[in-house]
């Protein structure tokens, strides 16, 4: 199993805690821009985690 693997499996296991089904895809998704957003920088990840956040209250 990859790290990628385990990340996607904590997320998901995260998310249907936290979240009902219908919007667990919309924090997935979130959580995998904050993600992608941390390897591109500091300043990238922190617009992205922004972002995330705003989607995740929204809901």
């Known amino acids: ?6 990340r996607f499996r904590a997320y998901r296991l995260l998310t249907s805690i936290l979240v009902g089904e219908c919007q667990r895809h919309q924090l ?6 904050i993600t992608r957003g941390c390897r591109d920088g500091f300043h990238a990840g922190q617009i992205h985690r922004t972002q995330a956040t705003t ?5």
């Open 1 to 6: 199993m990859s790290i990628g693997d385990i």
């Open 55 to 59: 989607i995740a209250t929204n809901q």
């Open 28 to 33: 997935l998704t979130a959580i995998l821009e």
